[in-house]
């Protein structure tokens, strides 16, 4: 009967849309939230069974036409769906329970979506309300302490950039160690900043087998699904919102202590004064004086031309005491410059502004949004804009067809610093590292600078600069007179019709489902070096365009059916086929020689310098297969099987079987729970499985190749490029997850998960000896191992009408273990050694043993080795070349502990605090600017504020070494420093205007914030940025920023 | 029910239907080995990319994976190792480069990629491993009997220079150490690393190598088979490697005869040429060097010969802000002032500068030698080799086998070009075939004089260490009146120091299971 009536109940919705029953009544009531007792607005209240419904008004009251027997569905974004049954009656006041838990009741997972408490992977969710408060312009850098088992980079400062992220430690050694991506079901191949973070509803990271198994060869490092949002249910009211955010931007870390030019020429004149007594041996009464006249005229001419550079109102002769060092007491500045105070921006702003509409009817559901982002960077010149629209929609036009459509299109466009690294272009490098002496602008004695014809200033080109201060350069012109512009136009689009999924009949339960999804980005990027200064002032300026165009596109078809069978059976069968397509493209070309300022393009220039192009293809074709299995919805059986053939591999060995199977027992169902009333759920889940990593380097890493970009005077040229190895497949990841969730007391929920993630036939550059002309080739050799403990814990511990406080706590854990590499069992690069039985990447560098009190030098443990090959016991010397040869394992950069505190507070319901700090705890880093400043290999650097306590004099205990030129000290465990942090990373305080102003507007909501994002790091050392990469290095990079920003949210 | 139908065909239509080479991909910019030795054509193809990494500046794959601007290939090894020795000076730092081959700061860092050991190791063994490819295809190059042989003579004549190059940095001299290890040898290519040996099985290849070399390049000499550009090694090149060698041997009659043979045909520089800045293979007495055209030129010039070697010839240059302009390369004043004022490479270096600038040109015993041939597109030539070499290694061979006149006639012919007092200049040295150990010592022999004469006329592109290790001797910087920047105080620069022989770098030992680093690591 109750069959029949549902297929009529389908029959007239298709036939007589709009029919009313006759036996209707009229229900009128009150929608109230069951914690305030508001009244909720704009609530939506359905029929049951029927697209007939009605909206509560600004009172929550709401006046339905209803059959007296009817079904009320009440539901509103944010509250748990309430359905009541009308039992003859006329008034029906609702309490509806708003739950911030009903949001993750479907997780999105591949192919599909489960009810949370049935799933047996390990998935964690991060909504849109968490995202939304970070001011940040690439959803990347939102996700640090969101997600437990996540390591997140700072990312650079650039706007527009990214973090690099991690998921449950290192899975690869050579091969790729990046998560995939996946937007609205789809692999993604864009620019992740392409994508708007306000267009996002929700990130899913999973993080296990069983969650990512299904994708195969791809899913090894993690998956990172995006979905964006979609149009409003059915019955809501269409809905207009509008968002900006307007602040400004600052460095988030601060620079390093350095010396002023006090104690900058002080601790110059000692290392010169002591080159003089120890290198060349002169006698100490007179080395200050000659230490003086080397500074003046020796072959590092620290002061420029005839003391150009002396900053002091005194000869240099008259400014230092050579007995004591120091300088005289009265002597001023001339003048004081700050290269990088000079290229940081003041209050960089930063505006980011998006509209959206979301609506639906009973066929059709859309979304469509636009946004604009102009973000300035807090280095002068830089920026990045992005302009930005999505359309999403889903149709159902009848039973037995639906389909949708998400597109996105984005444009961005960055202006950026392009140098990086230790080169003087990069002002990251070349600011920091100047010596304080040394001013931008050309100044005369008094320390004024001189006016050029048209009374401007004039840039100093230092050509009488010490070593390592720009000679003949100036950072800070060519920031200004050169260009480097990159524009991206990105357009994404996902579509999906599914077939036959009829809710009754027969082939109930069976769907067949075609999707497509397509990723192309077209990338301008335009590089400009002038034609008066600098790196192309030879050539009359340079001109670089290069030209790139991605395509990539994933088909697949698949079948699912669903079907409950005697009530408690529930089954849920997946079968599909897939294939992957990505397709790059690769055109360059450049030419020198302008004949005046002001002209870019390539036809303004003379000469080709030089002109390329290359194609890249990729293709995965894959068979994939899923079993859903739960009886009762209390034990839950999930199993998954992926074929994937991939074309970075040979013909023979490219196919590789990805797997996994997980449970969860629902603890708390069991009638033996049921005593236990405090405990709201439990369950206990476990998965094991296989994925694949395929992303092993290049696209056609087996194959052995001669590259043809030798040509010899014009003549083709080729060299030997890679060895071939037809044996070269899949690396893969073994994953056993375990996990616990419960809620208790209906305040406290509570994940507990431990993992381990093996990786075998880990793909390695075996190290070959270099002298066979390689160092080394793609063999699946190694295995690595990954293991962690994750804890979440949340709760509601204030929860009144004037107060909803909550808090939650990650912490997470990460070991890592190598466990086999080739047929040597270690493998040193520079100052990281990957050793069987070791961390991967961890420190190996000579011991330090102090600074000897009787000489000053920095002293080390060593030990001999004889012939034999048998070492000698340890001792203590100076040697720098014993140093290097006695070198030990001190240590790695993965933390111990590192996790999140986030507080959630709601006040007097109308306004909003939430603070989320970061931490992390243990793991060490070799701060290679660090070390620079301490022991720079060149004059004309920066150095230390910490060397003001160098070593002096016989019997100084000090951790400074005695003052001397030029690198004199080999990198040791004292370079290391403590990886350890705390951060404020965001708060966020909201005030939402009172309803009842609201009203007599017309508008839904107004929320004004105030956000401050990367506020506070509290590291070991000034300046030290210790999230800069996983493996414990720094570098000369764009600094990460901080930025205070005003938010106004409108819905109407 | 019949939409239905349609709708799923449909759907199962877009099933795409994968054709069969859907997985097989390869890349657009590289070809196959196979492919590569089909013919003799082709296989110039791989032997000019070799020819390429000679000169090819900044390169990782040819050099180290980081300072690459201190790498250019086989000019630029040259220099280190006349850096290492006393008569090229470093006047400055700069930007660092080569500054610590020339403070002998660079032993410490085997264990980096980004330093000298590992981008000189890196760099010979990949000529190595390129020339063992095009050697192991010899059997199935399709074309031509002498051409077949004029690819294949240059393959073992590259591989023979790159062992060469390798026993000078790495280990002492050959006479008197022959049982000292080697360095690893290979005929073929491979995946397993070698064993040491020893340095006597290092030369025993070498010399093999340059015999088969050259008698397959005389063959297709013979046969009508002339060279299409001076970047490729001929019977002549061949010939001028195998007297290298045998000077280092100390096979003197063997070097004389390959000497004399190889610079046949080519005519010492002379006149305007000698100021034109070494910078043009096509001078005359050019044996073997690398062009550089506008197309292939390193823009800006970072990190080739001339950007590190010209101090500023032409306000162009300074503007262009080259290293040499910052960091400048001069002559050991010592043996400037030993250079007789009617020499005429004496203009190849400054005087003494009353007004010295810190940077560009006025700066006292600057070179001179070396200048961009066109600043504009940063080109300018490598030359690896001159016949003036040539003339001097014979004139050395035939002083050692004591023919004291032939030794004189070869002089004098360089004299007529470069010195016209070089007559009395010899009639003063005494007919004898020992030489003044100390290297500012007085010229007293005929050979102390063709060892001057080298020290002069090859400044910069004969690696003065190579000298010093041969011939047994130490140097020293730190006189009166010295102008080197760095006067190694604390190293010994005494005749056989350990310093003169760099250590092997740490990533061989990484990955050679029959090399260990406690035991086959030179001497640290």
């Known amino acids: 009967m109750k069959k029949i009536k549902l297929l009529l109940t389908g029959l007239l919705l298709v036939l007589a849309c709009g029919f009313a029953y006759a036996q209707n009544i009229q229900v009128t009531g009150t929608v109230t939230d069951g914690t305030t007792g508001e009244p909720v607005v704009y609530a939506s209240v359905q029929l049951k069974g029927t697209s007939v419904g009605v909206a509560t008004d600004l009172n929550g009251n709401y006046t339905i036409s209803a059959p007296a027997d009817g079904i009320l569905i009440f539901s509103f974004i944010g509250y748990t769906t309430q359905e009541v049954a009308i039992n003859q009656r006329s008034k029906l006041n609702v309490a509806i329970a708003p739950d911030a838990v009903a949001l993750e009741d479907v997780l999105v997972i591949a192919y599909g979506t489960v009810k949370k408490e049935s799933f047996t992977g390990s998935a964690e969710v991060l909504k849109s309300e968490k995202l939304e408060k970070r001011t940040v312009s690439n959803v990347t850098k939102a996700i640090e302490g969101l997600a437990t088992g996540v390591l997140v980079t700072s990312g650079s400062g650039q706007p527009g950039e990214g973090s690099s992220i991690i998921i449950r430690g290192y899975g690869s050694i050579n091969a790729s160690t990046t998560p995939l991506y996946v937007v609205d079901g789809i692999p993604y191949n864009g620019n992740i900043s392409a994508i708007n973070p306000n267009d996002i509803e929700s990130m899913t990271i999973l993080k296990d087998a069983s969650a990512g198994a299904l994708y195969g060869a791809r899913g090894a490092n993690g998956v990172i699904m995006i979905t964006t949002k979609r149009g409003a249910a059915q019955g809501e009211k269409i809905k207009v919102n509008f968002r900006s955010v307007v602040g400004v931007a600052s460095r988030a870390i601060p620079s390093y202590d350095l010396l002023d030019e006090r104690g900058w020429v002080e601790y110059q004149f000692q290392a010169f004064k002591n080159e003089e007594i120890i290198t060349n041996g002169t006698n100490p009464s007179v080395a200050g004086a000659k230490a003086i006249q080397q500074m003046l005229t020796g072959p590092s001419k620290v002061f420029g031309l005839n003391e150009q550079y002396n900053p002091y109102n005194y000869k240099l002769s008259e400014l230092i005491d050579p007995a004591t060092g120091k300088i005289r007491s009265d002597a001023s500045l001339r003048y004081s410059d700050n290269w990088m105070d000079e290229v940081t921006a003041s209050n960089p702003v930063r505006q980011d502004y998006n509209l959206s509409v979301t609506g639906g009817s009973e066929k059709a559901k859309y979304m469509a949004s636009i946004g604009y982002l102009n973000e300035e960077g807090i280095l002068k010149t830089t920026n990045f804009k992005r302009y930005s629209g999505r359309a999403n929609v889903d149709a159902q036009p009848n039973e037995w067809v639906k389909f949708g459509l998400s597109t996105n299109f984005a444009q961005t466009s960055s202006n950026f610093l392009s140098a990086d690294g230790s080169s003087t272009s990069n002002v990251f490098y070349s600011c920091m590292l100047m010596a304080p002496i040394y001013p931008i602008y050309i100044i005369d004695d008094n320390g004024d600078p001189v006016l050029d014809a048209t009374g401007e200033k004039q840039f100093d080109y230092g050509n009488n600069r010490a070593s390592g201060a720009q000679q003949n350069y100036n950072s800070v012109a060519t920031l200004y007179e050169d260009h480097f512009n990159i524009i991206n136009t990105s357009v994404s689009a996902r579509t999906y019709i599914d077939f036959l999924d009829f809710k009754t009949g027969p082939i109930r339960g069976l769907k067949i489902s075609a999707t497509m999804g397509a990723d192309y980005r077209n990338q301008d990027q335009h590089d400009y070096?002038?034609?008066?200064?600098?790196?192309?002032?030879?050539?009359?300026?340079?001109?670089?365009?290069?030209?790139?165009?991605?395509?990539?596109?994933?088909?697949?078809?698949?079948?699912?059916?669903?079907?409950?069978?005697?009530?408690?059976?529930?089954?849920?069968?997946?079968?599909?086929?897939?294939?992957?397509?990505?397709?790059?493209?690769?055109?360059?070309?450049?030419?020198?020689?302008?004949?005046?300022?002001?002209?870019?393009?390539?036809?303004?220039?003379?000469?080709?310098?030089?002109?390329?192009?290359?194609?890249?293809?990729?293709?995965?074709?894959?068979?994939?297969?899923?079993?859903?299995?739960?009886?009762?919805?209390?034990?839950?059986?999930?199993?998954?099987?992926?074929?994937?053939?991939?074309?970075?591999?040979?013909?023979?060995?490219?196919?590789?079987?990805?797997?996994?199977?997980?449970?969860?027992?629902?603890?708390?169902?069991?009638?033996?729970?049921?005593?236990?009333?405090?405990?709201?759920?439990?369950?206990?889940?476990?998965?094991?499985?296989?994925?694949?990593?395929?992303?092993?380097?290049?696209?056609?890493?087996?194959?052995?190749?001669?590259?043809?970009g030798f040509p010899n005077a014009g003549m083709n040229g080729a060299v030997v490029a890679s060895i071939e190895n037809k044996d070269l497949k899949w690396e893969k990841n073994e994953n056993l997850n375990i996990g616990l969730d419960a809620r208790i007391f209906n305040r406290i929920s509570l994940s507990a998960e431990w993992y381990k993630r093996e990786t075998k036939d880990m793909l390695m550059d075996y190290p070959l000896a270099m002298s066979t002309g390689f160092t080394a080739y793609d063999k699946n050799i190694g295995s690595m191992k990954n293991t962690g403990f994750e804890l979440t814990i949340a709760g509601d511990i204030v929860t009144n009408k004037d107060l909803r406080w909550t808090m939650s706590i990650m912490g997470s854990t990460v070991k890592n273990e190598v466990l086999n590499l080739a047929d040597k069992p270690e493998i040193t690069s520079g100052n990281y050694i990957i050793k069987e039985g070791e961390v991967l990447n961890s420190f190996y560098l000579p011991r330090s043993a102090g600074v000897d009190p009787a000489t000053g030098y920095q002293l080390y443990w060593v030990w001999d080795t004889d012939s034999d090959g048998v070492r000698s016991e340890e001792y203590i010397t100076s040697d720098k070349a014993k140093a290097a040869a006695s070198r030990v394992i001190v240590g790695n950069r993965m933390p111990d502990l590192y996790g999140s505190i986030s507080n959630d507070l709601k006040i007097l319901n109308m306004f909003d605090l939430s603070i989320l700090c970061t931490y992390s705890i243990g793991g060490k880093i070799l701060d290679g600017l660090y070390s620079n400043l301490l022991d720079p290999i060149y004059q004309g650097n920066s150095l230390s504020s910490h060397l003001s306590r160098a070593w002096e004099a016989p019997g100084d205990i000090t951790d400074i070494p005695i003052a001397q030129l030029g690198t004199n000290i080999q990198t040791s465990d004292r370079n290391l420093i403590n990886a350890s942090y705390f951060t404020i990373k965001n708060i966020t305080l909201g005030y939402s205007l009172p309803k009842k102003w609201m009203k007599s507007i017309g508008v839904e909501n107004i929320r004004i914030s105030a956000v401050a994002d990367n506020i506070a790091m509290f590291t070991y050392l000034n300046g030290m940025n210790p999230q800069y990469n996983f493996s414990g290095g720094t570098d000369y990079a764009y600094t990460p920023t901080r930025s205070i920003s005003l938010g106004l949210d409108i819905t109407f | 029910m019949k939409k239905i139908i349609i709708l799923v065909t449909v759907a199962l239509l877009v099933f795409s239907s994968c054709e069969k080479d859907y997985l097989e991909r390869t890349p657009t910019d590289s070809v196959s080995g196979q492919l590569i030795f089909s013919n003799t054509e082709s296989a110039m193809v791989a032997l000019n990319g070799i020819y390429r990494a000679l000169y090819l500046p900044n390169s990782t794959w040819f050099g180290t994976l980081a300072n690459t601007q201190q790498n250019f290939g086989i000019a630029c090894h040259n220099m280190v190792a006349d850096l290492m020795g006393e008569d090229f000076v470093q006047a400055e730092q700069g930007n660092g480069w080569f500054y610590f081959d020339y403070k002998y700061d660079v032993r410490s860092r085997y264990a980096s990629t980004a330093w000298r050991v590992y981008g000189l190791w890196n760099f010979y063994y990949k000529i190595i491993t390129n020339a063992n490819y095009v050697l192991a295809s010899r059997d199935v190059i399709e074309g031509d009997e002498a051409q077949v042989k004029y690819i294949v003579g240059q393959a073992l004549a590259l591989r023979a220079y790159s062992y060469y190059n390798l026993s000078l940095f790495f280990q002492k001299t050959y006479v008197g150490n022959e049982s000292l290890p080697g360095v690893p040898l290979y005929t073929e290519p491979t995946l397993i690393g070698a064993p040491r040996g020893t340095l006597k099985d290092v030369y025993d290849l070498i010399t093999a190598d340059l015999t088969e070399s050259t008698t397959l390049l005389k063959a297709a000499k013979d046969a009508g088979v002339t060279r299409t550009h001076k970047s490729h090694i001929d019977y002549s090149v061949a010939k001028a490697i195998q007297a290298k060698v045998f000077l280092t041997m100390e096979n003197w009659t063997g070097a004389a005869e390959a000497a004399a043979t190889a610079r046949q045909g080519y005519t010492l520089l002379s006149g305007g040429d000698l100021y034109s800045g070494f910078n043009d293979i096509a001078l005359s007495s050019v044996m073997w060097g690398g062009q550089v055209i506008a197309t292939e030129a390193v823009s800006g010039g970072w990190g080739t010969l001339f950007c590190h070697m010209d101090i500023g010839s032409s306000p162009a240059v300074i503007n262009a802000n080259g290293y040499g302009v910052n960091s400048r390369k001069c002559i050991d004043a010592w043996l400037y002032n030993q250079i007789p004022a009617t020499d005429k490479r004496k203009a190849w270096w400054n005087g003494v500068v009353a007004s010295e600038e810190s940077s560009g040109p006025n700066k006292s015993y600057a070179q001179l030698k070396y200048k961009y041939k066109n600043i504009s597109d940063y080109t300018g030539d490598y030359i690896f080799l001159r016949a003036e070499e040539m003339l001097l290694i014979e004139a050395e061979a035939k002083a050692r086998l004591t023919q004291y006149n032939a030794a004189r006639t070869l002089l004098l012919e360089l004299g007529v070009v470069r010195d016209p007092g070089m007559a009395t200049r010899i009639a003063s040295r005494s007919d004898a075939s020992t030489f003044n150990t100390d290297s500012h010592g007085a010229l007293n022999t005929i050979l102390d004089e063709i060892l001057f004469q080298r020290r002069v006329e090859l400044w910069f592109e004969a690696g003065r260490l190579f000298d010093i290790k041969r011939l047994k001797i130490g140097f020293n910087r730190d006189y009166t009146g010295t102008n080197h920047s760095q006067l190694l105080k604390t190293k010994s620069t005494a005749a056989g120091s350990k310093e003169f022989t760099l250590p092997i770098p740490q990533q061989e030992f990484d990955g050679n299971e029959n090399m260990d680093i406690e035991t086959d690591q030179n001497p640290l």
Do not use: C
């Open chain 1, 529 to 708: 070096e002038n034609p008066y200064f600098g790196n192309a002032a030879g050539s009359a300026g340079r001109s670089y365009k290069y030209s790139t165009n991605m395509l990539s596109y994933t088909l697949a078809q698949l079948v699912t059916y669903k079907r409950t069978i005697a009530d408690k059976h529930n089954l849920d069968v997946l079968v599909g086929h897939e294939n992957y397509h990505y397709k790059y493209n690769y055109m360059m070309g450049a030419k020198s020689g302008f004949p005046f300022g002001g002209l870019y393009q390539l036809d303004a220039a003379a000469t080709v310098i030089t002109a390329g192009s290359y194609e890249n293809n990729y293709t995965i074709e894959s068979y994939l297969s899923r079993l859903n299995y739960n009886f009762d919805d209390k034990y839950y059986f999930s199993g998954s099987f992926r074929r994937d053939g991939s074309s970075r591999f040979a013909r023979d060995i490219r196919w590789g079987d990805f797997w996994s199977v997980g449970g969860n027992w629902r603890l708390s169902e069991e009638s033996f729970m049921k005593g236990f009333s405090w405990l709201n759920n439990a369950n206990v889940r476990a998965s094991f499985g296989v994925q694949g990593n395929d992303n092993v380097g290049g696209y056609y890493p087996w194959q052995a190749l001669y590259d043809l």
